[in-house]
């Protein structure tokens, strides 16, 4: 091999990616990133979308960022700042009825003694519930799932999960395994009684997730959003001051510092595969680089469908991926106001604007947005988050001005009757602007600028195939050692030398880097394997 080609070259320098890079390179790897888009950071950038307006364009808020790869990496001490939330949501109701939750148990169960003295009663232990399954997912974040055919590693490493699971006491394991197969409305039913309490919670079940909280596992997906950690406080989110891509921005210096290359506008055509190993890749321009490692941070479906040959393959992983399912159903758009939003239920300025607005008030009114998904390809009344990062960070807005993240859902990935998003994309923004509308009368006169990002434009944009935030569906088939695949579950591809980082590997969906740091801790372990081996 060339004395100047690198040991690993992965595919797309998102987050995952460059914690990845970090790693391997602070061993003594020399490592090469290979970037498609002409700035770093993935699905987690902050771009200017407007003039003089910038914005965090596709991941927007952050609570799952490990805490360990903060230290490792140095975050912190390179200008990692995150800024709570003073208040979790806000779900205006209508009729001058709103639900502001968080700020403190106790404000929250206020809140909520307005709708229901019971379900105040019950919050407790409902988030007592939800932190000791969060655990476990914290717990396990960070640990290689067990791989069908991995040898001894992966049967111990599926014995001492199968150990946390069983030490728990019974009640805990029913409420986990609950989390892990019931809708959410099953899931909320139980626990409470009135409908904005169960909107308020129940909004987490279908975040990135195409589909209805009626839908089986769902409640999965709504304890997913709830395992991260801003400060060292548990389940809160915030937002990063310069936006997601101030992240990204802090992992690439810290990767170059550590000696990785970073090659920007530099897409990849296709995975070199001779004898049955990854060799290699060859990019657009037909340059074609060599690699011991190959390591992907693309998402499995684009990987296996777009960038290796399906003669490649290995016949039985084909059929898998082939029922690998993708799309969540998301719509993204970024808008510049001239003011803030005043909304009917709570006018004026307040906490409530620095929270995630989330404009749904029942779990039918989610119900419904699916199921016209399901029949028209859009939602009719989508469920529309918004929030206002520059009521914390100035210098994402001109003074007086302000950005706004609308994350909306149900849209569906392909739209029936032969139609495309290309010509929808103008009818679906004014079906999300008609919700915002019917909150805050006059929100349309803000509007100096915007940006939609249909499910198409989010695929074309950021590699997200069929739009998806995660990289594949979060259910119990496509989880742990499941995920994407039963036999590629350990980051490992279906053949020597390639390797898998992305969201679509464990633990999943979300701004973690726990992909990125789990593959590169198999990659040196073998590396290191080797080296005692070879003496």
Not at 110 to 132: G, N, Q, V, W
Not at 444 to 467: C, N, T, Y
Request: net charge neutral; glycine share 12%; proline share 6%.
């Amino acid at each position: 091999m060339n004395a100047h080609a690198p040991d690993a070259l992965i595919i797309g320098g998102g987050h995952n990616g460059l914690v990845c890079a970090y790693y391997l390179a602070r061993a003594g790897m020399k490592v090469r990133i290979l970037e498609a888009r002409k700035v770093i950071g993935g699905a987690a950038v902050t771009e200017e979308f407007h003039p003089g307006f910038r914005n965090s364009t596709a991941s927007y808020t952050v609570s799952l960022l490990q805490p360990k790869i903060i230290a490792d990496m140095g975050l912190v001490e390179r200008g990692y700042r995150v800024i709570e939330r003073p208040k979790s949501n806000f779900l205006p109701l209508g009729g001058g009825e709103y639900l502001l939750m968080g700020g403190s148990l106790e404000a929250t169960q206020k809140e909520i003694t307005r709708f229901s003295a019971a379900d105040a009663a019950r919050l407790p232990a409902y988030y007592e519930m939800l932190e000791s399954a969060a655990a476990i997912l914290r717990e396990l974040a960070l640990e290689i799932p067990p791989n069908a055919g991995g040898g001894a590693a992966a049967v111990l490493a599926g014995i001492s999960a199968a150990r946390r699971f069983t030490r728990l006491p019974a009640q805990q394991q029913h409420d986990i395994l609950k989390l892990f197969t019931l809708s959410a409305r099953e899931l909320l039913d139980q626990w409470f009684e009135s409908t904005p309490v169960k909107a308020a919670f129940g909004f987490d079940s279908i975040v990135g997730n195409y589909a209805s909280p009626d839908t089986p596992g769902s409640a999965y997906v709504l304890l997913h959003h709830v395992f991260g950690e801003i400060n060292g406080k548990a389940g809160q989110w915030g937002h990063v001051i310069g936006g997601m891509g101030r992240i990204t921005q802090l992992m690439a210096a810290a990767c170059e510092e550590a000696g990785v290359e970073i090659r920007l506008q530099t897409p990849v055509r296709r995975l070199l595969v001779e004898n049955g190993a990854a060799v290699g890749l060859e990019t657009a321009n037909g340059e074609q680089i060599r690699a011991r490692k190959i390591v992907a941070n693309v998402g499995p479906k684009l990987l296996y469908d777009e960038l290796i040959d399906n003669a490649d393959l290995p016949a039985g992983f084909r059929r898998m991926m082939d029922g690998y399912q993708c799309g969540s159903g998301s719509f993204r758009m970024n808008l510049a106001l001239d003011g803030l939003p005043d909304f009917s239920d709570l006018p004026g300025p307040g906490d409530h604007l620095k929270s995630g607005i989330i404009m749904a008030p029942s779990l039918d009114y989610m119900d419904r947005a699916y199921q016209d998904a399901r029949r028209y390809g859009w939602a009719r009344k989508p469920v529309v988050e918004m929030l206002i990062p520059s009521l914390v960070d100035d210098s994402l807005a001109p003074a007086g001005q302000h950005v706004a993240s609308l994350f909306c859902q149900q849209f569906a990935p392909e739209l029936p009757e032969g139609r495309v998003w290309m010509h929808d994309r103008d009818a679906a923004v004014e079906a999300i602007l008609n919700v915002v509308e019917s909150h805050a009368p006059g929100f349309r006169k803000l509007i100096r600028g915007q940006m939609a990002l249909s499910p198409h434009d989010l695929e074309r944009k950021f590699g997200l195939v069929g739009g998806d935030i995660f990289h594949g569906r979060m259910s119990l088939d496509q989880l742990w050692a499941a995920r994407p695949v039963v036999g590629a579950a350990g980051y490992k591809g279906p053949f020597e030398g390639l390797y898998m980082c992305g969201s679509g590997t464990h633990p999943g969906g979300g701004v973690t880097g726990a992909p990125g740091h789990n593959a590169a801790r198999i990659i040196l372990r073998e590396r290191s394997f080797f080296r005692r081996w070879l003496g």
